[in-house]
């Protein structure tokens, strides 16, 4: 699914009403019923009177909070709505919403809100849409302000009240919302880094747009909706065998790091890879046969030990011709001799290979071995990883992400996929999606090296690089959001996330 601009959306607005007979007011309607969806689907077991309170702008954002106020008043007794507006100056749309709710529920300018958040409650924010520019100013940069201070679970419609919908930057104070529901198209602003901290987790909203105004943009940022994931499942078939579904080789293990490997293998036959072998080094063995039951430890000779070197290379090659995919890098140390094992397995290579974690860091000292390798690469760097590929500092990344990872991704023939808060795969053709499953909990020792094996799963049962990577990303991230819904985000650890990975492909094969 695109990502658009503001500008864009209006377009998409326009071109549904004037070509296609789409009203206004219908797509209001539908944006307005998915809020009000939302936030039932907030609201405890049990909890059969919540408190909600519905913040109103005088605008359209204004009239799709009017709807789900309506149709959450039809559904609860405790319903309270905000106008933050004189009735006489609301827009048209909004003008017609106000007319189908009864009026005793509503407080037009009200002096004070304070009062209306003493209690628990929560709160709908559709003070300003997607028109927001330059800096909030009083009064709506108090109510936001004090919506932040509440403490309260928050809903915003379309986007959070005072996010610019194109940078993602806050026009001086912004709405710090649970959840957004946008509406249509996800907004390009809502996918930066920065933007999660406003954002919460996003909910991207079918408001009826025929199938031509999806096609109107022209963005090459996209996101991977559940609908369109669901399409990536890998199938099963009969007759079939565990070499059905593909061989992974994962190259791991050093003394200290041997759990890394363990966890990306596990993740792999989560994923559904039909077999995988575990390379360690040769006097680790036992400590890994200990360790592992479906998967399969194989020794790899080493220069001493716990550490790989040349000698381990024509096995190496050996296996990434043999399997359908290989991950290099979990735990395996950066001894100058194995950072020059790494470079030349990639060097020397033709297969799929998954470059995590310790092989980014032996690729950072050469990048040009990428843009000469036979190999299909993957690279899945972290910002400070992305930071040594691209010879600058983090903070250079963090503020260029989108802009880094295609770079990379094109002049290296390969696929980038840049960790974070808001994970973006680049592709080699230029191609760029934004992920939005996941949650902070997820930010635990070990979740890299699942998302890894996932991604190296993917490929061997057939998905190509950029396709598993693209899913792989997705499916981590709703694993990591099935597991925090059951541990919390707090107590998440990356065994939670491998552990509901079932889960996550139940989820999306009953779609």
Not at 112 to 135: H, M, N, P, Q, T
Not at 439 to 464: R, V
Request: aromatic share 6%; hydrophobic share 40%; net charge negative.
């Amino acid at each position: 699914m695109k990502a658009v601009t503001p500008q864009e959306i209006k377009e998409m607005d326009e071109r549904a009403s004037s070509e296609f007979g789409v009203a206004e007011a219908v797509l209001m309607e539908n944006a307005g019923r998915a809020v009000a969806e939302t936030v039932k689907q907030q609201i405890p077991a049990g909890n059969e009177h919540p408190r909600i309170v519905v913040l109103c702008g005088k605008g359209n954002n204004g009239g799709d909070g009017l709807v789900a106020a309506r149709r959450l008043c039809d559904a609860f007794p405790d319903v309270k709505i905000l106008c933050c507006f004189k009735e006489e100056d609301a827009g048209k749309n909004t003008k017609e919403q106000l007319e189908k709710i009864k009026k005793s529920s509503i407080d037009f300018l009200p002096a004070s809100l304070e009062k209306y958040f003493e209690k628990d409650c929560i709160v709908v924010d559709a003070l300003l849409g997607i028109g927001v520019r330059g800096k909030v100013e009083s009064p709506y940069s108090d109510w936001i302000n004090l919506v932040n201070r509440s403490g309260h679970f928050v809903v915003s419609a379309d986007v959070p009240s005072g996010l610019d919908a194109l940078s993602g930057l806050p026009c001086g104070t912004s709405v710090k919302a649970d959840m957004t529901v946008t509406m249509g198209l996800p907004k390009i602003g809502l996918l930066y880094e920065k933007a999660s901290a406003y954002t919460g987790k996003i909910i991207v909203a079918d408001i009826g747009y025929p199938d031509e105004i999806y096609n109107m943009s022209h963005s090459r940022v996209e996101v991977l909706t559940p609908s369109e994931a669901k399409s990536f499942v890998p199938k099963r078939f009969n007759p079939s065998d565990k070499r059905s579904y593909g061989h992974i080789f994962i190259v791991s293990g050093s003394s200290l790091y041997t759990g890394a490997g363990i966890m990306c293998a596990r993740a792999s036959m989560r994923a559904g890879a039909g077999l995988v072998t575990l390379g360690v080094p040769e006097s680790l063995l036992s400590v890994y046969q200990s360790r592992l039951i479906e998967e399969m430890p194989f020794p790899l000779k080493e220069k001493s030990h716990g550490i790989l070197g040349f000698k381990a290379l024509p096995q190496i090659l050996n296996w990434t011709q043999r399997a359908d995919a290989a991950v290099i890098g979990p735990g395996l140390s950066v001894d100058s001799e194995t950072m020059a094992l790494v470079r030349d397995v990639i060097k020397y290579s033709t297969g799929k290979i998954v470059l995590d974690a310790d092989a980014i860091t032996a690729v950072s000292e050469n990048i040009d071995i990428l843009s000469f390798s036979g190999a299909e690469t993957v690279l899945t760097p972290h910002a400070g990883e992305m930071a040594r590929l691209c010879i600058c500092t983090k903070e250079e990344v963090e503020a260029n992400r989108w802009e880094l990872a295609l770079e990379i991704a094109e002049k290296r023939n390969t696929t980038i996929v840049l960790k974070g808060a808001r994970t973006v795969i680049a592709g080699k053709n230029g191609t760029l999606f934004v992920n939005i499953t996941g949650n902070p909990g997820m930010a635990t020792g070990g979740s890299g090296d699942a998302l890894a094996g996932i991604i190296g799963a993917l490929i061997a049962q057939g998905l190509g690089s950029f396709n598993a990577s693209v899913f792989g990303v997705f499916l981590h991230g709703v694993a990591g959001d099935i597991a925090a819904s059951r541990k919390g985000e707090i107590s998440l650890i990356a065994s939670d996330i491998i552990s509901s990975i079932p889960d996550a492909y139940n989820m999306l094969s009953s779609l």
